[in-house]
Antibody, heavy 120, light 110 residues
Framework: QVQLEESGGAVALPGTSLRLSCAAS????????MHWVRQAPGKGLEWVAL????????LYADSVRGRFTISRDNSENSLFLQMNSLRLEDTAVYFC??????????????WGQGTLVAVS | QSVLTQPPSVSGTPGQRVTFSCSGS????????VYWYQQLPGTAPKLLMY???QRPSGVPDRFSGSKSGTSASLAISGLRSDDEADYYC???????????FGGGTKLTVL
């Protein structure tokens, strides 16, 4: 079955950087777009970024554009989120989510358990 | 402020039918599919409804979705105590060129 395991969450100072990783298994990773979605403590879901199946298209929420970079390594079935210039408001659980198809138009489908980033 | 608008809370008694509303605009719900997610306490969200009214395998037919214009609804019939969760709507937004979520509705089963 689809498994998504995030790692890399930590406590970070404002202005510093973190890199999140997501190890995927149980499906043909290179055929699916991937998302990062975050959830601040006690708050709702916020879509963060998306990368198409082949990495050719990357889209970002306004709140992170220019600071965060999404990437993938299809040979390693891995998804990444490079987070620079962290702000207090970036504090959240970050979920790695498989898209329901290869491009940006396919909804977030299967979710990992999330990794906590605390900017303090 | 979320792009999609949901009421913060809904409540019902076991066996009752409850509905969740989700309001958007022409750039999202009005022209794109709506999706619904269920997040049980302490867990990751789970896709509950896709393409307005389609249930993924394993989702009981007590759950149903509909859409009209720029608004969508999720209904749960035969309410059960283990339906208590947060429910989120989502859609692609053509203007923002990204995915948007509602703020979520907390369901309390009395």
């Amino acid at each position: 079955q689809v498994q998504l395991e995030e790692s890399g969450g930590a406590v970070a100072l404002p202005g510093t950087s973190l890199r999140l990783s997501c190890a995927a298994s149980g499906f043909s990773f290179s055929r699916f777009a991937m998302h990062w979605v975050r959830q601040a403590p006690g708050k709702g879901l916020e879509w963060v970024a998306l990368i198409s199946y082949d990495g050719s298209k990357k889209l970002y929420a306004d709140s992170v554009r220019g600071r965060f970079t999404i990437s993938r390594d299809n040979s390693e079935n891995s998804l990444f989120l490079q987070m620079n210039s962290l702000r207090l408001e970036d504090t959240a659980v970050y979920f790695c989510v498989r898209g329901d198809g290869p491009t940006e138009y396919y909804c977030p489908d299967k979710w990992g358990q999330g990794t906590l980033v605390a900017v303090s | 402020q979320s792009v999609l608008t949901q009421p913060p809370s809904v409540s019902g008694t076991p066996g009752q039918r409850v509905t969740f509303s989700c309001s958007g605009s022409s750039s999202n719900i009005g022209s794109k599919y709506v999706y619904w997610y269920q997040q049980l306490p302490g867990t990751a969200p789970k896709l509950l409804m896709y393409r307005d009214n389609q249930r993924p395998s394993g989702v009981p037919d007590r759950f149903s979705g509909s859409k009209s214009g720029t608004s969508a609804s999720l209904a749960i019939s035969g309410l059960r105590s283990d339906d208590e969760a947060d429910y989120y709507c989502a859609s692609w937004d053509d203007s923002l060129r990204g995915w948007v979520f509602g703020g979520g509705t907390k369901l309390t089963v009395l």
